[in-house]
């Protein structure tokens, strides 16, 4: 499903990422772990191409894109890779002056020039899904935390992207609303939606992931069954990494 070979990131004299190598197959769930400056959010943008990796190459669905230093990669094969991932922030980034459902039809009328009432019924389907069809028509200011981020992921699955990549989805919750996102998420890797996550949350990974990785000073220095990875990890800094974790 996605395929990234000796990814390599510079900005200017440091590299971030270095020979980064991995595949994920359709319908698996991996969590991206490590120390906070590994590399995971780079990682992720480097799969959809929010940054555009300095060496190495991305594929996705059977595109793939090939980068060189110095060679530039044209606008429109960014977008063809790009359009088969969503993203999941941290801090939800909904738009505030839209209200929740226009949040989620937002891309498919803009992006794809999906009709409005045929992006209209495809959100409240995902609205549905994530449990808030009855809040469509309120600002996103009025949520919690845990509701805007239930909405970031319908926003996200609304194209049908092949992947949904999920950058720390809990780590501006409490505990409490943190569950709600989990439970989500849950439910599309148990529909077999492919995805990978990059979280400290020990129990977000473990309930949902079925592979690990472990991401530190921008290379991967372990990988494994997430099972493996949090309870037998092999490496020192992946045991000294998880015994951090709670
Ligand atoms: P993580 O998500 O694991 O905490 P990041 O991918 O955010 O790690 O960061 C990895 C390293 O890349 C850090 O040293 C960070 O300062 C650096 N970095 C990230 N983005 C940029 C950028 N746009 N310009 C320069 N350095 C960056
Ligand atoms: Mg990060």
């Keep these: 499903m996605i395929e990234l070979k000796h990814i390599?990131?510079?900005?200017?004299?440091?590299?971030?990422?270095?020979?980064?190598?991995?595949?994920?197959?359709?319908?698996?769930?991996?969590?991206l772990v490590g120390p906070s400056g590994g590399g995971k959010s780079t990682l992720l943008?480097?799969?959809n191409l929010l940054e555009i990796p300095t060496a190495g190459s991305v594929e996705i669905d059977g595109d793939r894109l090939d980068f060189q230093p110095g060679v530039k990669v044209t606008t429109k094969s960014i977008q063809l890779v790009r359009r088969h991932s969503g993203m999941v922030?941290?801090?939800?980034?909904?738009?505030?002056?839209?209200?929740?459902?226009?949040?989620?039809?937002?891309g498919?009328?803009?992006?794809?020039?999906w009709p409005k009432e045929r992006a209209r019924e495809r959100a409240m389907a995902l609205l549905d899904k994530v449990g808030l069809a009855h809040k469509a028509d309120v600002w996103p200011s009025?949520?919690?935390?845990?509701?805007?981020?239930?909405?970031?992921?319908?926003?996200?699955?609304?194209?049908?992207?092949k992947i949904l990549l999920c950058d720390e989805p809990t780590s501006a919750l409490d505990p409490e609303l943190s569950g709600?996102?989990?439970?989500?998420?849950?439910?599309?890797?148990?529909?077999?939606?492919?995805?990978?996550?990059?979280?400290?949350?020990?129990?977000?990974?473990?309930?949902?992931?079925?592979?690990?990785?472990?991401?530190?000073?921008?290379v991967i220095v372990e990988t494994g069954t997430s099972h493996d990875i949090f309870t037998q990890p092999k490496q020192?800094?992946?045991?000294?990494?998880?015994?951090?974790?709670t």
């Design 89 to 106: 922030f941290q801090n939800f980034q909904l738009f505030p002056h839209r209200t929740v459902i226009e949040n989620v039809t937002e």
């Design 45 to 47: 943008r480097c799969m």
């Design 108 to 113: 498919l009328t803009t992006v794809l020039k």
């Design 180 to 218: 709600e996102v989990v439970d989500v998420l849950a439910q599309l890797a148990r529909e077999g939606t492919t995805m990978v996550m990059a979280t400290h949350d020990l129990r977000l990974a473990s309930r949902i992931a079925n592979q690990a990785i472990v991401l530190d000073g921008g």
């Design 236 to 245: 020192e800094r992946t045991k000294r990494f998880i015994a951090t974790l």
């Design 8 to 31: 390599e990131k510079r900005f200017g004299d440091l590299t971030v990422l270095k020979n980064v190598s991995l595949s994920i197959a359709e319908g698996s769930v991996m969590a």
């Design 142 to 161: 009025t949520l919690s935390g845990g509701q805007q981020q239930r909405v970031a992921i319908a926003r996200a699955l609304a194209p049908s992207p």
